[in-house]
């Protein structure tokens, strides 16, 4: 519940524009006079619906639209209508009688990029949605709030109010609450079209009267009353347009559906990419993200944001850093903690956390500048951010060089910057003693890597006083070396580091507790159908450094307190399977799944979890994981050409090699609904991919070609993060 309040009757004296269709003027002033194109007709609303008309203020009339006519409201007398500021209010009361595909209510302009505000009804799916969208003076593109209709109120008389108060937008419908999103920049004004009621302009430019070819006018129902305001509504005005006593939160269930992941974080809704901003500050792990909103061109996106205290439990909040004028959209970046005030920014007691990000735009169309990277400040512990006034600190070098990861190096007593040039496989390095002055030291060719690097000193063998530099990169592989302050030397190769087909631009926390290095990746994949979100994250694991037979290697395991999420567990030592052991006790879809498994009287055997598999085959060495692919149903070419593999259903989630260590193999599966994380020989070889869920597969089971015997099993059933 939101607020409870007196009932007022003074919401419509208040508004710039009224329409309660007891004829064609607006209330207002009734010199803005509503032109009728095609059979737009008045009609007399009766008994109750009559009454509940004049409880809103309206007239007890309608008009009529039947799905070709509309209403050409001008701009108003004195522009009135060409709404401004960071303050706006849209209210409408409809009654459709058909929705057959998009349906636009009102309509300032029309096309995302010249669109001022809108409210419509649109059709998706067989599902009806009210839509409602705002167009900014700061973004390409519109930010929209959408509620799906149930299917036996699309019909009825609906209450729509749309309030922006300069950071966020929310859509009402029927008193409740049912959408909102952080939303950028003062309303876009600088379009001069008319105000449409029943259609919106269907061609991006011009400014002459409008005619049938340059509309869509698709409503067809009643409409009783419009209004727009140049302020916020507060609570009580919305709950008199709404009729109701008090404004309750409609808003859906997240993190309740059926393809939700349930211990990897996701968005509440709509696209998620490459993990941003992450720093550990004041007890809090902050997530960023990149997150697009709807109706966005790709140059403008948010960095999302989310917090926990463990890395299990997540809570994502309505503050981001979000989109700027200028420099365009926030792209790939890191983030730190500048304990010594080197940059200057702290203004009170909190440290300032300092954001790099690539601001990238699309000069070319009038989306900003061409990658350049910036700085944007917080001094009250992440929950806001302010852009540095002398930004960009790095312009533009060449193409579109991008995704600043920084971190401090105490033995040069610098901040090192690494950044992707996207020129080949070249990262360049830059050092700076104040995090705003940055001076370029050295570039590092990683063949077959790109994007989003990360860069810094890592512990090795556990040895605080023997670090060593990993480089990594987009795509998970890495060369572990060292770092002079100026240049970085490679000490082996480029080496994998997943060889699942769902893993894309880690990025480890800053100011880690505990000196360790957690990293976090994108899982990109196609979209659930259904679902609100789309993508997911990995689950985050601890990186370190080791030396092995074969070298220097990097290991990932998943982090400790994945134990936060343990039910129950069930474990077994020296058991022996030969032929198909069903594991009945396994009858839910979340587990940690620990094996050690003596392999030298097994050529094969086979995991089954649901409707994935994991096969090893003892005598190749080689571990592979077999389903339903969810990214894109393509398997990279440079995934199929280093794994020298024909791809099928037992290896399209991926393949690695995996010798034996004194005939035997460790095994740690993390199983998610629709992820599936392997981590092999204690996180040397780890394996990271989605899939789509079967409904009807629960089998869990072990297959052996030959004697396999389990030397110990733990399998611990996880709950959800989210309370599910």
């Not at 058909?98 to 995302?112: E, R």
């Not at 809704?269 to 992450?278: F, R, T, V």
């Not at 009250?380 to 060449?398: A, E, L, S």
């Not at 580091?497 to 957690?518: E, F, H, I, K, M």
Request: negative net charge; aromatic residues 10%; proline residues 5%.
């Amino acid at each position: 519940m939101l607020a409870s309040a007196c009932r007022s009757t003074s919401v419509l004296n208040s508004a710039v524009a009224v329409w309660s269709f007891d004829n064609l003027r607006d209330q207002v002033d009734d010199k803005n006079l509503l032109k009728s194109y095609g059979e737009v007709s008045i009609v007399s609303l009766k008994g109750n619906e009559a009454n509940a008309s004049k409880k809103r203020s309206g007239k007890g009339k309608a008009a009529q639209f039947d799905g070709s006519s509309w209403l050409d409201a001008g701009q108003g007398i004195n522009g009135d209508f060409n709404l401004t500021g960071n303050e706006v209010s849209l209210y409408a009361r409809i009654k459709a009688s058909a929705v057959k595909g998009y349906s636009p209510i009102l309509a300032k302009a029309g096309q995302d990029q010249n669109l001022a505000y809108s409210i419509a009804l649109n059709l998706v799916d067989n599902d009806v949605y009210i839509e409602v969208k705002m167009g900014s003076d700061e973004i390409g593109g519109a930010h929209m709030l959408k509620h799906k209709l149930p299917q036996d109120e699309v019909n009825e008389w609906h209450d729509i109010v749309f309030r922006f108060n300069g950071k966020t937008s929310e859509l009402y419908v029927d008193g409740k609450l049912r959408d909102d999103e952080v939303t950028v920049g003062q309303i876009r004004d600088w379009n001069r079209r008319p105000l449409l009621i029943g259609a919106e302009y269907q061609t991006p430019y011009g400014y002459a009267d409008v005619t049938q070819d340059e509309v869509g006018a698709t409503f067809e129902g009643l409409i009783d009353i419009v209004a727009l305001w140049n302020t916020a509504l507060s609570n009580k005005d919305i709950m008199e347009l709404s009729n109701v006593n008090t404004l309750e939160c409609g808003r859906p269930q997240y993190y309740a559906e059926r393809y939700r992941p349930q211990f990897h974080f996701t968005s509440q809704k709509n696209w998620l990419n490459d993990p941003n901003g992450l720093v550990y500050y004041e007890g809090v792990y902050h997530l960023f993200f990149q997150y697009m909103p709807p109706h966005r061109p790709g140059a403008f996106k948010d960095w999302g944001h989310a917090i926990s205290k463990d890395l299990v439990h997540w809570e994502q909040i309505p503050n981001h850093i979000t989109p700027h004028k200028v420099w365009s959209g926030c792209w790939s970046g890191s983030a730190v903690v500048d304990v010594n005030n080197v940059a200057g920014f702290q203004t009170g007691d909190k440290k300032t956390i300092v954001a790099f990000i690539t601001n990238g735009g699309h000069p070319e169309n009038g989306l900003g500048p061409l990658c350049t990277q910036n700085i944007a400040y917080s001094n009250d512990g992440g929950m806001t951010f302010t852009y540095y006034d002398q930004n960009p600190v790095i312009k533009h070098i060449k193409n579109a060089n991008r995704d600043p990861k920084v971190v401090w190096d105490n033995d040069s007593q610098q901040w090192i910057m690494s950044l992707f040039m996207d020129e080949g496989y070249d990262f360049g390095i830059f050092g700076s003693k104040d995090l705003k002055e940055w001076k370029y030291l050295s570039t590092v060719t990683i063949e077959g890597v790109r994007e989003c690097p990360g860069f810094e000193p890592i512990a090795l063998d556990d040895d605080p006083n023997n670090k060593k530099w990993v480089f990594f990169g987009a795509n998970g592989s890495y060369v572990i070396g060292s770092f002079d302050g100026t240049s970085f030397k490679p000490e082996t190769e480029v080496l994998q580091g997943d060889y699942g087909v769902n893993y894309y631009a880690p990025q480890t926390w800053s100011d880690a507790p505990d000196g360790r290095s957690l990293v976090i990746a994108w899982m990109p994949t196609q979209k659930y159908p259904g679902m609100p979100f789309e993508q997911q994250m990995s689950f985050p694991t601890e990186l370190s450094l080791r030396t092995t037979q074969n070298g220097l290697r990097a290991f990932r395991v998943p982090i400790r307190e994945i134990k936060n999420l343990y039910d129950k567990t069930f474990a077994w030592k020296n058991h022996t399977i030969e032929g198909e052991e069903q594991l009945r006790e396994l009858n839910g879809e979340l587990f940690d799944m620990e094996f050690e498994l003596d392999v030298s009287r097994s050529s094969t055997f086979e995991i089954v979890l649901r409707n994935i598999t994991i096969t090893y085959d003892a005598n190749k060495g080689t571990l592979s994981c077999g389903g339903t692919p969810m990214r894109n149903g393509i398997i990279p070419e440079d995934w199929v050409t280093k794994n020298k593999a024909e791809i099928n259903e037992k290896n399209n989630l991926g393949m690695a090699p995996l010798p034996p260590l004194n005939g035997k193999i460790r095994l740690r599966i993390l199983l998610d609904r629709n992820s599936v994380e392997i981590f092999s020989n204690n996180g040397e070889v780890v394996m990271s991919s989605v899939f789509m869920p079967d409904d009807n597969n629960k089998t869990y089971a072990i297959r052996s070609n030959g004697a396999l015997q389990v030397v110990n099993a733990q399998i611990h059933a996880l709950k959800s993060a989210w309370g599910i």
